[in-house]
């Protein structure tokens, strides 16, 4: 099993960064890709982006493609998702997520196993 907590959210002007981070507790998370989703009210779950266990391979959403980078410290357990150029459609709870696999190729990201309780992010115009 796998626990996730996120932090690392808050309130940010447009164009603004801000810089997620998953902290994951559990044996399994070395091994398990791992992603970052996010719900804004009234809105449906959004895929933001994943990483495989290693590193090596990421994914993105066309949202977010060039404006985010997922990274990994395996050696710490954390997962980050740095976001720049941050805009209002940007506002949402982000939460990370666990899959069982650790590759992502025929893995449909909204698969995971595991999830955070999510952190706020708001950006203002």
């Known amino acids: 099993q796998i626990q996730l907590v996120e932090s690392g959210g808050g309130s940010v002007q447009a164009g603004g960064s801000l810089r997620l981070s998953c902290a994951a507790s559990?044996?399994?998370?070395?091994?398990?890709?791992i992603g970052w989703f996010r719900q804004a009210p009234g809105k449906e779950r959004e895929f933001v982006a994943r990483i495989g266990w290693s590193g090596r391979s990421t994914d993105y959403a066309d949202s977010m493609a060039g404006r985010c980078t997922i990274s990994r410290d395996n050696d710490k357990n954390i997962v980050y998702l740095q976001m720049t150029s941050l805009k209002p459609e940007d506002t949402a709870v982000y939460f990370c997520a666990a899959y069982e696999k650790g590759y992502l190729r025929g893995t449909p990201p909204d698969s995971y196993t595991y999830r955070g309780q999510g952190t706020q992010v708001t950006v203002s115009s």
């Open positions: 559990g044996r399994a998370f070395i091994t398990s890709a």
